[in-house]
């Protein structure tokens, strides 16, 4: 198990991981604000550009993306948000990652975190925040697994679920 930076190798893998993510009703990692892009190939270059803060949609910062690979098979994504602004601060954090459904309950959401944070580290981070909803005690744990320390709630307006914020020092 590896965590990779986004790789036309993977193609297969990853559309069909993407036919399992639009079967559920989450929102897709792999859409964007302004414009999803139509090939995979298109959208790796995107991502891989996101990471020096080229073609990012209004509002986003820097965020590097990598994709976790078991037995050549794709796992799962994680994005690692290189500074916080707003929105992050309150809603999603430094880190958000996805494991594809057929795949959960397995380890995958707290191997990816635990990949992904020395990651971050290199990043120039010494902690980082994540959030998960309130409704969700399975992303909760994968925090909790990786030395999240509860630091408070965040109330969402609408019918938007509240956010809780964990800290992992680095």
Known sequence: MKLIVPSLKYKDSFLNALVEFEKTSEAGFWKFPDETPRTIEAYVER??????????????????????????????????????????????????????PSMRRQGYGTAILKLALPKAAGLGLDRVLLTCDESNPASRKIIERNNGIYKNSFEQKGDLPTKLRFWIEL
């Open 47 to 100: 991502i891989i550009n996101h990471a020096t803060g080229i073609d990012l949609p209004a509002n986003w910062v820097p965020c590097t993306s990598y994709w976790l690979i078991d037995n050549g098979r794709f796992v799962g994504h994680i994005n690692i948000r290189h500074r916080l602004n707003d929105f992050l601060t309150n809603v999603a954090g430094h880190i958000g990652y996805a494991i594809r």
